[in-house]
């Protein structure tokens, strides 16, 4: 494990230094030569992110799936999060929920989802609702009413912005690697989490509980999240990929679902209202995964 921890940093050293708009902020000799980067320094951007290794069912000794929750007012979580405001910063900072809705829209990323078992696709018009939502003030009715039509400055337009995510929600696979000897992790799914846009301004708290907007396969992603950075903290010099920074698991979570029995219910039913019981049975879920890996070996 910390042989692989080792390769994923060499890479990202290598691959992700001058990623940022701060490319040959040294060499300019004038503001705007600042993020031009050389044809060898774009050649050696243009690569790929570091491919799974194909792993055989027959090699996969025990697995277990897990759903996350990564709330994004822990600090840890920060560069999941942020920036929010994007009016004076660098463009190529932008948060996770921004790198995704850009290419939904582009049509780079075509495949999103409803749920986290991906059985059913939607489009960028499906989830307009989910993200959305137009109301006419109490003003344009007036309007309407006495003269046929309301001027567009009584219509109020309310989207969901990267201020609102306030979780991501994952989908996992634990395994063990037979042919390695080891407790690996393959994610799988994520959703941007949001309250829902038609109370997302109001003052009641019981309506601002997030929910997924949409799910995304994780892996058909992957080359995308590669080329977007988030930020380092420790050294700004060498930025993180999203696809390093998820796959790498730097980031804290907990686990609100495990694949079971009961039809893979949540710990919130059958540990309800309880807030610090449920974080007890995540730990427990999370312990129970490291300790298979453990009872493979004697000491």
């Known amino acids: 494990m910390n042989i692989k921890n080792l390769v994923l940093t060499a890479l990202s050293v290598v691959a ?22 050389t044809e060898a320094q774009q050649a050696f951007d243009n690569d790929k992110p570091l491919e799974y290794g194909y792993v055989d069912d027959r090699d996969r000794l025990y697995s277990k799936m897990t759903w996350e929750k990564i709330v994004l007012d822990e600090r840890v979580n920060f560069p999941l999060y942020y920036p929010v405001d994007t009016n004076n910063i660098g463009k190529d900072r932008r948060s996770l929920y921004d790198v995704l809705m ?25 989830i307009k609702d989910a993200i959305s939502k137009t109301d006419t003030l109490d003003i344009g009715y007036e309007q309407f009413n006495a003269e046929g039509f309301v001027d567009p400055e009584y219509i109020s337009k309310r989207e969901i912005t990267s201020y609102d995510i306030s979780a991501y929600l994952i989908k996992g696979l634990w395994y063990f690697d037979k042919r390695h000897g080891e407790l690996k992790y393959r994610l799988l799914g994520i959703a941007p989490a949001a309250p829902d846009v038609n109370f997302i301004d109001s003052d009641d708290e019981a309506n601002k509980a997030p929910i997924p907007l949409f799910w ?35 980031f804290n979570g907990y686990v609100y679902r495990e694949e079971n029995v009961q039809g893979d219910r949540s710990v919130k039913d059958y540990i309800a209202d309880n807030a610090l019981m449920q974080l007890l049975e995540s730990d427990r879920v999370k312990e129970k995964i490291r300790n298979f890996e453990q009872d493979m070996w004697s000491y």
Not at 18 to 34: H, T, V, Y
Not at 102 to 126: A, C, M, Q, V, W
Not at 218 to 223: A, I, K, L, T, Y
Request: hydrophobic residues 35%; without cysteine.
């Open 16 to 37: 992700f230094n001058g990623a940022f708009a701060q490319a040959n902020i040294l060499n300019a000799k004038s503001p705007d030569e600042i993020g031009v980067k």
């Open 216 to 250: 995304i396969f994780f892996p058909d992603v992957r080359e995308i999240l590669h080329e977007s950075k988030a930020f380092n903290n420790k050294n700004s010099a060498i930025p993180l990929s999203f696809d390093h920074l998820l796959n790498s698991r730097r």
């Open 102 to 126: 850009k290419n939904i829209k582009n049509g780079k990323i075509e495949n999103i989802y409803d749920d986290s078992y991906f059985s059913t696709k939607r489009t960028l018009k499906d």
